[in-house]
């Protein structure tokens, strides 16, 4: 089975700062048949369904600010969100797409205002 | 804009079925774009895909889940189906619709591989 693993747990970041968020997939999500990195990032406010941020590893979803961006690439990938902004806090998680097919999501990351 | 609501009891006995509904608004389910899932969300803890279904009929399912899951799809109605067998606490979860899409020209199209449109998700309990 594929393992998305998230890190850290939870942090705490000032606000006007940098948060970075990582992401390890057990195995590569890179398809060699278009060259995509199948990792996504959603965010989710508590009483809310998640919201796709990032898909292919650094594609922004339609209307995302531009200060949330994705790098990364085979099995390792970061979520990075720059400027933090209050409205920001949440959880986010890490999604990987395998072609058997399957989707599986890291467990989440709390992000709070230090 | 396409919408998703989810529709189904909210409490269920266990050994019992869950059985839910994804009605869909503001767009065809008929579409060839769009591969419909479910998600599932236990009470403070991290998602679950449970699997999808495309409008003809073609189904996945998580290996986890695909001794007690069915999935079904209404074109006529604009929905799509879960059923969820033989249920236990271990069940009890916030339950989503969700979409994935297309992309690519159609004679060598993609899937993007994540969820861009959810239903704002519905709470299931088991409990006797």
């Known amino acids: 089975d594929i393992v998305v693993t998230q890190s850290p747990d939870s942090l705490a970041v000032s606000l006007g700062e940098r948060a970075t968020i990582n992401c390890k997939s057990s195995q590569s999500v890179l398809y060699s048949s278009n060259n995509k990195n199948y990792l996504a990032w959603y965010q989710q406010k508590p009483g809310q369904p998640p919201k796709l941020l990032i898909y292919?590893?650094?594609t922004r979803e339609s209307g995302v600010p531009d200060r949330f961006s994705g790098s990364g690439s085979g099995s390792d990938f970061t979520l990075t969100i720059s400027n933090l902004q209050a409205e920001d806090v949440a959880v986010y998680y890490c999604q990987q797409f395998y072609n058997t097919p399957s989707y599986t999501f890291g467990q989440g990351t709390k992000l709070q205002i230090k | 804009q396409v919408q998703l609501q989810e529709s189904g009891p909210g409490l269920v006995k266990p050994s019992q079925t869950l059985s839910l509904t994804c009605s869909v608004s503001g767009g065809s389910i008929s579409s060839d774009d769009y591969y419909w899932s479910w998600i599932r969300q236990p009470p403070g803890r991290g998602l679950e895909w449970i699997g999808y279904i495309y409008y003809s009929g073609t189904i996945y399912y998580n290996p986890s889940l695909k001794s007690r899951v069915f999935m079904s799809v209404d074109t006529s109605k604009n929905q799509f189906s879960l059923r969820l067998t033989s249920v236990t606490v271990a069940d009890s979860a916030v339950y989503y619709c969700a979409r994935d899409r297309k992309r690519g020209p159609s004679s060598s199209w993609y899937l993007l591989g994540a969820f861009d449109t959810w239903g704002q998700g519905t709470m299931v309990t088991v409990s006797s």
């Open positions: 292919w590893a650094s």
